[in-house]
């Protein structure tokens, strides 16, 4: 084993020197891996063993940066002793049946580890060598889980991921859990916040946009075939019932009350005709609109003609007259004359439901 463990680069100060210890796995195995090829900057392998009884003294003895096993035992001993005495190591599965059998990735999670992979997977290359360099600089930061020391700010976003991505949301999301970079009690996991809001790149980086949710509609008058629109107030012009989605109300729910309270109809949505996503190319929010067709409840009812804040009335108009119209944006155009007059599918209600 000595001639392969010469391949690897080594830290050249000795007291950053970090252990990775590949246990239950030959010297075979080692080579499928590439690791030789590697450089690995603050880390060498500096024990490979197949047996399960050197197993322990190997585990004991030395400290390890990063633990490798390669078999798989029924009730996982093996890693829950590797972790319990190793709490801030990086913990490896390289077992193909682990990997690939559902339950048993969980357990190998709930019992420790922190990747689970097969030996040829260039994804382990990848974590290797991500956790070699953890450690170059020294840094002001803790790690909130495993309190590790000295982190940079471009080294824990690296790490809390890497390391700590099974631990759950509800600890992520305690009261008490303050970010070590900004020192914000954050309302988001820990993972997203930190990964979003303080990545190490020059770009500037919104986090996650607010999303505004939208419902219009597109009603028609089944006696003449007229559509339902809105004279939007400060003489915008004119534009299809609805609007934006209030709290905890759903977009069928905001479809209805928004049509009554501009145009004063009450209605009867029959589908969906479209849904719109409509990213800010300068701001950090994004719209969705989901467009209803709908009939009026009664025929008979008249449209709205007291103004308020909501609108300044409403009116019942052919699909015909709509260009010639002032319009607040091309919406009646677009989904009353582009699309559901040009027989454009309209889908059933049960796409929003949950």
Request: hydrophobic share 35%; proline share 6%; net charge negative.
């Amino acid at each position: 084993m000595a001639g392969l463990l010469k391949g690897f680069k080594t830290a050249k100060d000795k007291k950053t020197k970090r252990h990775l210890i590949a246990l239950l796995l030959s010297e075979h195995d080692i080579e499928k891996t590439g690791l030789p090829q590697l450089k690995l900057d603050l880390m060498f392998v500096s024990h490979v063993t197949t047996s399960p009884s050197t197993f322990t003294s190997l585990v004991d003895k030395h400290d390890a940066a990063c633990i490798l096993i390669g078999v798989q035992s029924a009730d996982n001993k093996h890693i829950s002793y590797a972790r319990k005495k190793h709490p801030c190591a990086f913990i490896i599965i390289t077992h193909s049946r682990t990997c690939n059998n559902a339950t048993a990735r969980m357990e190998a999670v709930r019992d420790g580890a922190n990747m689970i992979t097969e030996l040829d997977n260039a994804d382990l290359q990848q974590a290797l060598e991500m956790v070699s360099q953890l450690g170059k600089d020294v840094g002001p930061y803790v790690c909130p889980y495993c309190h590790t020391r000295d982190f940079t700010q471009k080294d824990l976003w690296i790490h809390c991921p890497l390391y700590h991505i099974n631990v759950p949301n509800s600890v992520q999301r305690h009261r008490d859990n303050c970010c070590p970079i900004c020192m914000n009690i954050q309302s988001l996991p820990m993972m997203v916040h930190i990964h979003d809001d303080h990545a190490p790149s020059k770009e500037p980086h919104f986090g996650r946009p607010k999303l505004y949710a939208f419902a219009l509609v597109v009603c028609q008058r089944p006696s003449d075939d007229k559509f339902l629109l809105v004279q939007e107030f400060g003489s915008n012009g004119y534009f299809l019932p609805g609007g934006a989605v209030d709290h905890k109300e759903h977009l069928t729910t905001a479809a209805i009350r928004e049509t009554k309270e501009e145009a004063g109809v009450d209605i009867d949505l029959t589908g969906v005709l479209a849904i719109h996503y409509a990213p800010s190319m300068h701001e950090n929010y994004v719209r969705l609109f989901a467009i209803f067709v709908a009939t009026p409840k009664d025929e008979n009812q008249r449209p709205k003609t007291l103004p308020d804040f909501e609108s300044a009335g409403a009116v019942w108009v052919s699909a015909e007259e709509i260009p010639s119209l002032k319009l607040r944006g091309d919406e009646p155009l677009v989904y009353i004359n582009e699309k559901y007059c040009k027989g454009a599918t309209v889908h059933p209600l049960s796409l929003f439901e949950f």
